[in-house]
């Protein structure tokens, strides 16, 4: 079993800066990507970020340019560094976790942690 466990979150004005954690239960070098998703009250999930073990990281349209994410293997944790913040960046953000195994594709996530964009 793994446990993604997220952290970071919080209030911050318009244009404010946040980085969120988020630790794995399971060496980050086992999963074929992470990925980190937000979901802004009342709306469904959307991803934001990703990062392969190996490639290229991605990003939406709207993060592209704000946001940066990045792994740290020895502390087995995923980051994403947010910049210049926007009120409709509020929601929970996920992290989530995904690998190939047993034959299967197998997807893990955390509780979210929330933001808040607010002035």
């Known amino acids: 079993q793994v446990r993604l466990v997220e952290s970071g979150g919080g209030l911050v004005q318009p244009g404010g800066s946040l980085r969120l954690s988020c630790r794995s239960s399971r060496n980050i070098a086992e999963f074929g990507r992470m990925a980190w998703y937000h979901q802004a009250p009342g709306k469904q999930r959307e991803l934001v970020a990703q990062?392969?073990?190996?490639?290229?990281?991605g990003f939406t349209d709207s993060a592209q340019g704000r946001f940066s994410i990045s792994r740290d293997g020895a502390e087995n944790t995923v980051y994403l560094q947010m910049h210049m913040l926007k009120p409709e960046d509020t929601g929970v953000y996920l992290c989530?976790?995904?690998?190939?195994?047993?034959?299967?594709?197998?997807?893990?996530w955390g509780q979210g942690t929330q933001v808040t964009v607010s002035s």
């Open positions: 990062i392969p073990t190996f490639g290229r990281t």
């Open positions: 989530a976790a995904f690998v190939y195994e047993l034959g299967r594709q197998n997807d893990y």
